[in-house]
């Protein structure tokens, strides 16, 4: 179905009660979501199957093209069945989990004569920068045993079609009639190198297998989408996934090399010294060792801004690295925030990247010893609210100097950089801030080729 919202008329999962973008709220009259509702509670309240079935033939008689226009997305299924009954596989989304952003599906099957649930909570998607933070593809497998009979000499088995991964096993002694046993954060083994070669995203299969004394009893495949090595995936509901965005971050790239050895003469001229010190220079050095890679930017490498670049993996953006925006002369505001903000990193400083609607933009502490104070404070602050007030806090107090990264492609000095970074800060509701080197404990650059 759509987003009812005018302003964002996204595809959206019927089953939620709210938009998973923009938090509009969702009508709750389509006949598919009211008949997965009633058919949960059944289930829910162990009530006889009898009533099940009849629920399922019902939703069995909804014609085909009432799916295909409220639930066009990807990658979900939903299927339901009791022991001896006819299995019928109902395409359409089960449940979209706001909490991880990830996807949920509760799967009743008996085609292999065993009275049993399987629950997987799983991202759909799947690209490089996903797997430099650590987010496990599978977050829950939960087997319930509904057969009279203790399920003995259990094996789960988990693998991406197409070659993307070799199989994850589990083994499981036994599950009790009515009992179940669940595994968390399911990290597959995944092939890094081909992850790293796709530019073009391509659909691939998610097999999951159990099987009990070495007989099949459970099997079935759910979409996931594998991304381009250069996509970066955001969800604000997801808490912190922005700081995925710190593995483009590159300061060992050529580009940047490249970039301090232009900005070398200009620091010469600004305040005397040719060479980079970071923070041991001293914190009046800060702006002057910025101001001079603005300026190598500026007149020294001549790139320009550019719109996104056309991408089919929303929500998120295609990245052009550091070596491609040198290469091309061009990058979006978000490209040149990360490219800037590894120059920046390069020189010993510490970056900031800052997302508000629309628009992408960097910043660095001014010393740090403000950034060690803050983060001291900040181990106490509750929820991403106070967290975001804290920064623009310490923003208006000249702390952290925010930065504009498409000035110098406007011809506009480093004046007017600062000050354009300060009004967005200030007067635009900030939605995520990645502060490169807090994350770079959990998200270190990644191993990119152009």
């Keep these: 179905m759509i987003c009812p919202n005018p302003e964002c008329k996204r595809n959206v999962s019927p089953f939620d009660d709210k938009c998973g973008y923009c938090g509009a709220p969702l009508k709750d009259n389509h006949p598919i979501k009211n008949y997965m509702k009633k058919a949960d509670q059944i289930i829910k309240d162990n009530e006889p199957k009898a009533e099940l079935f009849e629920l399922r033939e019902a939703v069995a008689d909804i014609p085909s093209d009432v799916f295909e226009k409220i639930a066009p997305d990807k990658g979900f299924t939903r299927s339901v069945a009791s022991k001896g009954s006819k299995e019928r596989n109902i395409e359409t989304p089960t449940q979209t989990s706001t909490k991880y952003g990830s996807v949920y599906i509760k799967d009743k099957n008996a085609d292999y004569g065993i009275d049993m649930s399987v629950e997987v909570d799983y991202f759909n998607r799947l690209n490089w920068s996903l797997m430099n933070v650590g987010i496990p593809l599978v977050q829950k497998l939960k087997v319930t045993n509904l057969s009279p009979e203790k399920l003995t000499n259990i094996m789960l088995s988990i693998k991406l079609s197409l070659d993307y991964s070799d199989s994850w096993k589990a083994t499981i002694p036994g599950i009790d009639n009515g009992q179940s046993k669940q595994i968390n954060s399911i990290k597959l083994p995944i092939y890094k190198e081909k992850l790293r070669s796709i530019k073009e995203s391509e659909e691939c299969l998610l097999t999951i297998e159990v099987s009990s004394e070495g007989k099949i009893i459970y099997i079935n495949n759910f979409e996931v989408q594998i991304e381009p090595y250069n996509q970066w995936y955001y969800n604000p509901l997801i808490p912190h996934l922005s700081d995925s965005v710190a593995g483009f971050v590159l300061p060992n790239s050529r580009a940047v090399g490249e970039v301090i050895r232009n900005a070398g003469g200009y620091l010469q001229k600004l305040c005397g010294i040719s060479s980079f010190h970071g923070y041991q220079a001293g914190g009046k050095y800060t702006q002057q060792m910025v101001n001079a890679i603005y300026l190598a930017f500026q007149w020294s490498l001549n790139i320009d801004y550019i719109n996104p670049p056309a991408t089919f993996e929303h929500p ?96 506009s000095d480093f004046e007017q950089c600062k000050k354009n970074g300060a009004d967005y800060c200030i007067n635009s509701p900030l939605y995520a801030i990645v502060d490169i080197e807090a994350v770079r404990s959990h998200v270190r650059p990644m191993q990119l080729e152009t």
């Design 316 to 411: 998120g953006q295609k990245i052009l690295l550091h070596d491609q925006i040198l290469d091309l002369k061009r990058g979006t505001c978000l490209d040149l925030a990360l490219f800037y903000a590894a120059c920046i990193e390069r020189i010993g400083l510490y970056p900031l990247i800052f997302f508000i609607h629309g628009h992408a933009f960097l910043g660095v502490w001014s010393t740090d010893h403000c950034y060690k104070d803050f983060h001291k404070r900040l181990q106490d602050s509750v929820d991403i609210k106070e967290e975001l007030a804290m920064y623009k806090d310490v923003i208006k107090r000249g702390h952290i100097i925010p930065l504009n990264s498409t000035n110098f492609t406007t011809g």
